[in-house]
């Protein structure tokens, strides 16, 4: 079965900087496109990044400059290195990938964004 555990989340004060990592079993890892996403309060869930199997990368616009998404196919691994932290970042941050055509999301790890 297809499972996606988040970690890394934590309080930061802005400008800081923290790295989240995805772990990923029961898919064929280096041929699927997998993404962050994140849903702070009262928002909707947004794309913050995806890494797609050719290593290609698609970054929002708010996060561009900041954050780096990278994978590692050995370790079946996802990660989101976040610099320069905004309060704006604060929300509850998803691992994502399609499988089969079906949506798989991790439970998601907090990040709070705060002095």
């Known amino acids: 079965q297809v499972q996606l555990v988040e970690s890394g989340g934590g309080l930061v004060q802005p400008g800081g900087s923290l790295r989240l990592s995805c772990a990923a079993s029961g898919i064929i890892f280096s041929i699927r496109a997998m993404a962050w996403y994140r849903q702070g309060s009262g928002n909707q869930r947004e794309l913050v990044a995806r890494?797609?199997?050719?290593?290609?990368?698609t970054y929002a616009d708010s996060v561009k400059g900041r954050f780096t998404i990278s994978r590692d196919n050995a370790k079946n691994t996802v990660s989101l290195q976040m610099n320069s932290l905004k309060s704006e970042d604060t929300a509850v941050y998803y691992c994502n990938t399609v499988h089969f055509g079906m949506q798989y999301w991790g439970k998601g790890t907090l990040v709070t964004v705060s002095s």
């Open positions: 890494i797609n199997s050719d290593d290609s990368i």
